[in-house]
Nanobody, 125 residues
């Protein structure tokens, strides 16, 4: 069974940092986009960042570019999201997701095949 398990969420003050991890298991993801999405209370889910598991390109939402870094450790089957200079508006549940590549829409959540359970990130003022 495919599993994506997020960890590393928590409470942090504005300007601080957190690193989220997503442990992927159940299959190889060589032909997948791996992405991070987030959803704040009362808001729609939004794209945060993505990469190709077997590629070098990374993609970011404008709201996080320059502050967040997506990365991976193929040997550990783990995806990361390093979040720096956090702002209260970053507060959300963060989800990792995997999409078998059959389009170039890495930013579109509806295209993703597997999702983690989510990790709460709360940024205080």
């Amino acid at each position: 069974q495919v599993q994506l398990v997020e960890s590393g969420g928590g409470l942090v003050q504005a300007g601080g940092s957190l690193r989220l991890s997503c442990a992927a298991s159940g299959r190889t993801f060589s032909n997948y986009y791996m992405g991070w999405f987030r959803q704040a209370p009362g808001k729609e889910r939004e794209f945060v960042a993505a990469l190709r598991w077997s590629g070098a390109s990374t993609y970011y939402a404008d709201s996080v570019r320059g502050r967040f870094t997506i990365s991976k450790d193929n040997a550990k089957n783990t995806l990361y999201l390093q979040m720096n200079s956090l702002k209260p508006e970053d507060t959300a549940v963060y989800y990792c997701a995997a999409q078998l590549i059959n389009s170039r829409k890495y930013y579109e959540g509806s295209r993703y095949d597997y999702w983690g359970q989510g990790a709460q990130v709360t940024v205080s003022s």
